[in-house]
Each structure stands twice: as C-alpha cells, then as structure tokens.
C-alpha cells in the first residue's frame, strides 16, 4: 500500500468542511493513518513549501499558511498519490473542475484550501516534517480486502 501526505489549510476549519473532505479520501477507500491539528510556524511552513521560494506567489503563500490551523494526514491505499491528486484537482482555478476538492471549495488559486504530494518522494518528505513514526497508526481494515 502507497502513503501520501495531505494538509487541509488554514481556509477549511472556518468554512466547517473538514468532514466533507475527510469523507471523500475514506469513501474512496483511503485509509486514514495519522491525523493532527496544529498551527505551524514560519520555519515549518518554508521548509515545506521551500521549492516555491522566489516565485512569485510564495509569501502569500506561507502568510496564508501561517493565518491559521492546518490538518495534516497521512492516507494509505492503492496508488494513493495518484488517487488523492486526481480528488483534489489542479491548483489553477480556471482548471478546477467541479467534483475535485478544489473545484467545489477553492474561491482562488493560491488559497485553494488542500495540498496534496505530488510524488511517492515528496510524501515521504512531508510526512517527515509533519510526523514521528509513533503518530502513525498502522490498524487493520477489515473492509480492505473488498475495495
């Protein structure tokens, strides 16, 4: 089974939808593995987004990170990378389809309300930044063997 990180960001918790999402990833069958609610600090938020520095939109990008709390999450399932991106949908509004995470709740592209890894590499990366071996619970589906 494949991990990927995903972080719900500061957008979600006032707009009360972090069940909505949450929901999506599990009726999809992703398996949820770890999960915690923080409010990052600048060092966390540009050593997570430290491939978009000098761009542009990077320091909207971490105020907006560092305006409130963040939902970090490890899924697992079959080709979890993959699946999680093609729920969420591109980054570009104009793109956002309706039925992806982003097209339904995105209002602009860089408050788009999800990151999601876009690699098996980068989630082993993120999941490092966000969690200890010990936060991550590896529990048993009974249901697995029919998704």
């Known amino acids: 089974m494949e991990r990927t990180f995903v972080m719900l960001k500061p957008g979600v918790l006032p707009?009360?939808?972090?069940?909505?999402?949450?929901?999506?990833?599990?009726?999809?069958?992703l398996k949820i593995i770890a999960?915690?609610?923080?409010?990052?600090?600048?060092?966390?938020v540009e050593t997570h987004y430290a491939e978009h520095k000098g761009k542009d939109?990077?320091?909207k990008l971490v105020d907006y990170t560092l305006s409130g709390p963040v939902i970090a999450m490890i899924l697992e399932g079959n080709e979890a990378v993959?699946?999680?991106?093609?729920?969420?949908?591109?980054?570009n509004l104009p793109e956002m389809a309706a039925g992806t995470?982003?097209?339904?709740?995105a209002?602009?592209?860089r408050?788009?309300?999800v990151h999601a890894s876009d690699s098996p590499a980068s989630a082993t990366r993120e999941t490092a930044l966000f969690f200890t071996e010990s936060e991550i619970?590896?529990?048993?589906?009974g249901n697995s063997r029919w998704f």
Do not use: C, H, S
């Open 57 to 59: 939109f990077y320091e």
């Open 101 to 105: 995470i982003r097209g339904d709740y």
């Open 111 to 113: 408050l788009n309300i």
């Open 82 to 91: 993959t699946t999680v991106r093609r729920m969420t949908g591109p980054t």
């Open 35 to 44: 999960l915690k609610l923080l409010k990052m600090d600048r060092n966390m």
């Open 137 to 141: 619970v590896d529990w048993e589906d």
């Open 107 to 109: 209002a602009q592209t």
């Open 15 to 29: 707009r009360r939808i972090a069940g909505d999402i949450l929901t999506r990833f599990e009726r999809k069958g």
